[in-house]
């Protein structure tokens, strides 16, 4: 049996089927529609936190290259400082901290993003807001900065993810050293009805930025004025959408800021200030070698450490003396000691004549090491205050135990490693007062000073020369023909460029007088020992018949002592005085007229005899300061001690066979102590702040052509030389005193 299909049932199954279909067409496309939706509003924030990150980014790099060219664009500072950030919304940061607008010096600070400052345009955020910045207090370039600030100065932010883990460890503990400033896109406002920051034309980020950020950040706390003393102080990044925390943040770490500096091709300053220091500590040396074989001035710091026992040498170690790198406040390098003195340590030998250290392949009184940086990369987890904290390895490439921890710690004197710093990668080693250039002295190189003989007048003695003898014409029988003694260091030193020398003496008895020469070592090589003439001529000029006269070329400080008037003595006043002598009108041999003041030599091309000497004021109009005649106060006279210093600068043209000489010497009886350390510092010309009062006692300047016609066979006149003492008496005993005696060429 067949089913009958009524038409208007089909019909109706028809119409369902399309009703359904058409359901089925709207369900799907609402369904396209809200997933487009949706994806449009992922894409957008997308879009959103890509273009906000971006703009961070270019803050960031901003503010790196302000830090690593900080110095370039302010006078007398180092690198690594960071701008304070603008409190007042006009773009600049704040410079001058007088009303407390870049915090304290242990303060964090946070305001707006200095944009003008880093020479950005008006930097905003996606949402359209402007830019926020906070700044560790270390960083900061405040006009109260904290020093020191080098590559192991650390940051005091730490910084979060927005679910609670660690992005950036504490500053303590990573090696990344914390943040030193983390820039911040607040994006709108979660607080309803926030405070806004107002704002003009001028100040297109609001008049009161630094007072409102608590409207916008939600990622950090500061107090009502925008600062923190929170250590560390916490950074907790938000998210775009974020409805407790939508701040999104960039941050600079203090690796970032110095792998940008040490990219520089200037090294920072590193190697001038070590040219400085070692400069300035050789001084401390060689000065204490004047007065003592010990170190004295030239120890390190009050927190240095013996190294005796079983070492290889015994010596000090610690870190850096007060040193004086420029007289110029304003120098760079005086910044840079105060910034990066910590990075160094300070070696000296305990015995200042043993020359206990080799570094790189010299013999040295003493070593400058700088540390290389954490070899972690980043700052060390504290400023470092011991060895291993600072020279963490041997610093040699080789492993060899040669390098700045052992030279430190006394394994070894021995330092095998870089002497320039170039990458910061390697420790450096720099010699001090090295025996190359070791300065004559009387507590190292007495015992190689020489009489001349007869040793009549001349007494060598522990630390000290003495010249003269009581009761030799009465007791002892010596002809006053023989009352002469030389005494010549036996060390020979390059004139080259001229000479530095210093010494005192006491007068016992007032007898003639003596003289500091300078001899010719090229015709008085050492174990050789000329001596003149007895009486007024002093042991300096004439033939005494004994021994060798001392000819020419030849150089003399005479210091004139006799308290007689009854005559007047080789040109001079008869009494205490003070003169330069060279050579009189024979230019081959020695001759009575060698110390006569104004004797003149009548061979064009040498020099004459200066007439200038220092007198007594009072009755010669002359000024100058020896003393009285006979008695009275003054410089030459018995008890008292008198201070020497000669500073000659030289220079020889070598076509024309000539040498040419500036003289300048002083004798003092009372220096400050200020005066003394300069009389006493024989590595550096005798001018200075300290001692401009003290007026040159005797000078002159002069020319001479080679020995004896200036021909080019005539060996050049006081190539190398030779440094000693003459002296005389006649029937008047003499005793003075010699001390502390020192020289060094320029």
Known sequence: MRRHISPHSAGRSQQRGYALLIMLVLVTMGILFTLVSQLDVVSMKWGRSQNTQATLLQAKEALIGYAATYRDTHAGEVFGYLPCPDADGDGAAETSNTDGTCGGSDQA???????????????????????????????????????????????????????????????????????????FAASPPLTVNATGRGGNSNNVCG?????????????????????STASPLIVTRGTIDGVSNNDQITWITPKEIF?????????????????????SLTAKINTDLVTSAAPASALPATDYATISGPTPYAGYVGTLPSLTISSDPNNILNTFLDNWSNQYRYVVCSNLCGYCLNVGGQSCNGALLFG????????????????????????????????????????????????????????????????????????????????????????????????????????????????????????????????RTYFNFVISNSGRGFTLSIIDAIKYPASTAPCGRSDQYLGYAGNNGVSSPIDPPKIGLEIHTTTSTSSSSQGGPGYRHAALVYWGNNNISADNDDNIHGAINTVAGYPSNPKNRVDDPAST?????????????????????????????????????????????????????AQLADLQNITQDFISSTSGSLATTVSDAFTTLDLPTGATSDPEALQKIRIGFTNAQGASDQVITLQNFGALSR
């Open 621 to 673: 109009g002359v000024s100058g300061n020896l003393g009285p005649t006979p008695s009275g106060s003054g410089v030459l006279v018995t008890g008292i001690t008198v201070h020497v210093r000669i500073d000659i600068v030289r220079s020889y043209d070598a076509s024309a066979h000539q040498g040419s000489y500036n003289i300048k010497a002083w004798l003092v009886k009372s220096p400050t102590a």
């Open 372 to 499: 290389a940086e954490n070899p972690a990369g980043g700052p060390r987890p504290v400023q470092p205050t011991q060895l291993t904290d600072l020279f963490e390895t041997d610093g040699a490439t080789n492993g060899d135990g040669k390098g700045a921890l052992g030279l430190a710690n006394g394994t070894s004197n021995l330092f095998s490693g870089t002497s320039a710093y170039s990458s910061g990668a390697a420790d450096v080693g720099v010699c001090l007062a090295p025996s190359s250039a070791k300065p004559i002295t009387f507590n190292c190189s007495l015992t190689n000073f020489l009489e001349a003989a007869p040793t009549n007048l001349v007494t060598i003695s522990g630390q000290n020369i003495t010249l003269g003898k009581v009761d030799i014409t009465t007791n002892n029988g010596y002809s006053s023909s023989n009352l002469f003694g030389c005494a010549w260091s036996n060390d020979v030193l390059t004139f080259g460029a001229g000479l």
């Open 207 to 227: 008049n009161n930025g630094k007072a409102v950020w608590a409207a916008y950040l939600e990622s950090a706390a500061f107090d009502s004025n925008g600062n």
């Open 109 to 183: 600070v946070v305001g707006l993003l200095p944009y003008k400052t880093l020479g950005l345009g008006d930097l905003r955020d996606a949402s359209g807001e402007c830019l926020w910045y906070a700044v560790s207090p270390g960083q900061k370039a405040s006009m109260n900065k904290v020093e020191p600030m080098n590559w192991d100065t650390r940051g005091q932010i730490k910084i979060f993810d927005s679910d609670g883990t660690t992005v950036l460890a504490d500053p303590a503990d990573g090696i990344e050293g914390g943040a030193v400033a983390v820039i």
């Open 259 to 279: 792998d940008r500096v040490k990219k520089r091709s200037d090294q920072g300053g590193v190697n001038a200030l070590s040219t400085a220091a070692a400069t």
